[in-house]
Structure formats: structure tokens, C-alpha cells
């Protein structure tokens, strides 16, 4: 029994890393995604690009309440989130109702003064490096969620989801406005990133509110 108890606070502990590791992962794409975007979105006059990117370093803040979350659950077994992971939340969930009101006030200004990207070529290609990056963090993030049985670390996932499906918005509005010139497309495609930002906020409220640890599929 002693062996068997030995045995599994190793294996743990191990996916316990992994999950911190990965979270860690998380902050600094985000971090650099975030950079990348939005200097580009507003050297490009890209509004979509520039809500992609500032959403980004949003979800840095989510994912240090995320590796706040599994250093505590390294520690000891936890039931709710504490003062830290609640402020977090918070903050996060302002910080994408900003970002909303920011982007509907920046698409309706576009569509009214008619002003297009001069490029859309740096929106595609920071896309479908995010396409990528984020199936692979959501498969492993999932993976350590289920071997630890752990609510938080897969909600985060999900929330890594949420980051694979906004980038298609980002993909599909910058190759049809780079390929085909079409107008307001851009600014289309930041009213499909305000309206996964307004979700994200709307989640993150009610975390905190809660307190909780569980989440649907539907988290972020």
C-alpha cells in the first residue's frame, strides 16, 4: 500500500509539472503573440490583428492565475480558488469587457470613414502559427487535466480552445481581405474576436463570483 501511494504522488507530481510547465508555455506565446499583433495591427491599420493581440496579453493574465493555481495544487489538494486566483479574474474579465467596447467602437469608426488594412499578410501567417500552437497546448493541457482528474486544468484547456477557434476568425478575415480586397471584412472580423472576448470576461466574472472550481465545456 505504501508503494502504491509512493507511486502515485510521483505520477502526480509529474503531470502536476507538465500542467505548469504548460501554463508557463501559455504566459510567454501569449506574451510575444501579443507584442507581434499588435504592433503589426496598428502599423497595418489592422483592427482585427490588433484585437487578437491585445486579447492575447489578456490571457497572460489567465494564465498566471492558471500556474498560481497548480504551484497550490503542488502543495496541497484545493477546493476553491483563493484571494489571488479571484482578483485574476477579475481583472481579466475588465480587461475583456475593455477590449469589447474598445473593438466595436474601432469597427463601427472603420466601417464609417471606410478606412481598409494596408495588409492583411502578417494577420494570416500569425494565425496559422496560432492555429498550431494552441491545438497543441489544448491536446497536452486536456491530456494532463484527465490523468490528474482535475476540473481547473481542464477548463483551462478549454479556455486554450476558445484561443484555436478566435484565431480561425482572425485566418479567415485576413486571406479574404488579402486575397480579395473585400471591404469591412477586417472590421468583421474584430466584432467576431469583440464578441469571444465578451464571453471570455462574461466567464471570468463568474468565476470569481463562485469561487468554483468546476466548468463546463463551455468555459471561456
Known sequence: ??????????????????AFILSLITIFYNLVEGGIATFFGSQD????????????????????????????????????????????????????????????IGAGLSIYYQSNPETTLVGMIIS??????????????????????????????????????????????STLYELFKIPYVDAIGSLGIAWYAFKEGKEAFEKAKTKQLSCTDNCC
Open 1 to 18: 500500500m505504501k508503494e502504491d501511494t509512493i507511486t502515485n504522488n510521483t505520477i502526480t507530481n509529474k503531470w502536476l509539472n507538465r
Open 128 to 173: 496559422i502559427i496560432s492555429i498550431l500552437t494552441m491545438y497543441i497546448l489544448y491536446k497536452q493541457k486536456l491530456k494532463a487535466g484527465k490523468e490528474l482528474s482535475s476540473e481547473p486544468i481542464i477548463s483551462d484547456a478549454n479556455c486554450t480552445r476558445t484561443c484555436f477557434y478566435l484565431s480561425f476568425i482572425l485566418l479567415g478575415s
Open 45 to 104: 491599420e489592422t483592427l482585427a490583428l490588433f484585437g487578437f493581440g491585445v486579447d492575447s496579453f489578456v490571457e497572460v493574465l489567465s494564465g498566471i492565475g492558471i500556474a498560481h493555481m497548480v504551484v497550490r495544487m503542488k502543495k496541497n489538494p484545493i477546493e476553491s480558488r483563493d484571494h489571488f486566483e479571484v482578483t485574476a479574474l477579475k481583472i481579466t474579465g475588465t480587461a475583456f469587457y475593455l477590449l469589447v467596447v474598445g473593438l466595436i
